[in-house]
């Protein structure tokens, strides 16, 4: 994702020159194409995150269109205060570019794991959020986003070069993606965590249950109206995401299901106790946590094993 943003970005660059690039002194092997092409328009502010939303929300001032970028956690934990304080209430058109959500900086220990910034910047109701589920998504999504005249963060995955079947690189801000029908609950994902979704609900259907898949790809505007219609459809929706249980796509769910109130079972699969002596790399994090595909096969079929839903496919699943 990370790549393909690069790339989009410097054309958009080549058509615009308010835009431009900074770091806090990472992102190496993926922003150097920017730098060596715009040279004058590239600032490494070293190991400031704090100071560089500051320089960015001047810029903006200015009349430019700075792009932060570093690790999820790095721009949205650490300089979180000057986000809100600048470019938030002052709605001035920065981008920060967060990379490695959930566990993609897994092997680097608890200090590098994504899990609270979607939670932090939901909150935060004068700040788009948008985070895409494959490269294809990514590109869309800057194309639709960038020149806003708000702050927008963008969540992006460390890599997953692969694209999600059905997804097609649609994008809509503020609205849901589609990208599988079925009949007897819904997945609902945020993010490249959907690629665990997606080999789940191949699994599911092999044994006969069929899963509807929707992914949620922005908040500030938020898609809830799309929501309610999907939600009124299903006895059942698992949400899913490499995050925090609160504060997420399983916490905008369960308030849309409140709020409106809809006869949905919910079942929020994300990170809820944090064990900080435990690392490895993302594929173990997520069977660790329980949001693998494997792990979300196996919940698909408790829930639907509960006396509130058709036992039926689920007795048949365990059949086999």
């Known amino acids: 994702m990370r790549n393909i943003f690069i790339e989009t970005l410097i054309k958009l660059a080549?058509?615009?020159?308010?835009?431009?690039?900074?770091t806090a002194d990472l992102g190496y092997t993926v922003i150097e194409p920017f730098a060596e092409k715009f040279p004058q328009r590239f600032f490494n502010v070293g190991v400031a995150e704090q100071n560089m939303v500051g320089m960015s929300t001047g810029l903006a001032q200015a009349g430019f269109i700075p792009f932060l970028y570093s690790i999820?956690?790095?721009?949205?934990?650490?300089?979180y205060e000057f986000i809100r304080n600048g470019p938030i209430?002052?709605?001035?058109?920065?981008r920060i570019i967060g990379v490695g959500g959930?566990?993609?900086?897994?092997?680097?220990?608890?200090?590098?794991?994504?899990?609270e910034d979607i939670g932090?910047?939901?909150?935060?109701?004068?700040?788009?959020?948008?985070v895409p589920a494959d490269r294809n998504q990514t590109q869309a999504a800057l194309l639709k986003t960038w020149d806003l005249p708000g702050p927008v963060y963008y969540r992006l995955g460390k890599g997953?070069?692969?694209?999600?079947?059905?997804?097609?690189?649609?994008?809509?801000?503020?609205?849901?993606?589609?990208?599988?029908?079925?009949?007897?609950?819904?997945?609902?994902?945020?993010?490249?965590?959907?690629?665990?979704?997606?080999?789940?609900?191949?699994?599911?259907?092999?044994?006969?249950?069929?899963?509807?898949?929707?992914?949620?790809?922005?908040?500030?505007?938020?898609p809830t109206t799309d929501l309610i219609k999907i939600l009124?459809?299903?006895?059942?929706?698992?949400?899913?995401?490499?995050?925090?249980?609160?504060?997420?796509?399983?916490?905008?769910?369960?308030?849309?299901?409140?709020?409106?109130?809809?006869?949905?079972?919910?079942?929020?699969?994300?990170?809820?106790?944090?064990?900080?002596?435990?690392?490895?790399?993302?594929?173990?994090m997520n069977s660790h946590y329980g949001i693998s595909a494997a792990k979300l096969v196996e919940i698909a079929w408790h829930c639907l094993r509960n006396d509130k839903f058709t036992l039926s496919k689920a007795d048949l699943f365990l059949e086999k």
């Not at 080549?14 to 900074?22: A, M, S, V, W």
């Not at 959930?102 to 899990?115: E, I, K, P, Q």
């Open 160 to 222: 997953n070069k692969n694209s999600i079947d059905g997804l097609n690189g649609r994008f809509d801000f503020g609205g849901l993606q589609h990208i599988r029908q079925g009949n007897d609950f819904v997945f609902i994902s945020i993010g490249s965590i959907t690629q665990e979704v997606v080999s789940a609900a191949d699994q599911l259907e092999q044994k006969g249950i069929s899963a509807s898949i929707v992914v949620v790809s922005s908040f500030n505007p938020s």
């Open 232 to 284: 009124k459809k299903f006895p059942l929706a698992i949400t899913v995401e490499d995050h925090y249980v609160t504060g997420g796509v399983g916490s905008f769910v369960a308030e849309v299901v409140a709020e409106n109130n809809i006869s949905c079972q919910i079942k929020r699969c994300a990170v809820d106790t944090l064990i900080p002596n435990v690392t490895g790399s993302r594929e173990f």
């Open 72 to 79: 999820n956690n790095f721009v949205s934990i650490r300089p």
């Open 120 to 130: 932090l910047m939901r909150l935060q109701k004068g700040i788009g959020v948008v």
């Open 14 to 22: 080549e058509k615009d020159n308010r835009i431009l690039l900074l």
């Open 102 to 115: 959930g566990f993609d900086y897994g092997s680097a220990g608890v200090t590098h794991y994504g899990l």
């Open 89 to 94: 209430l002052h709605q001035l058109p920065v």
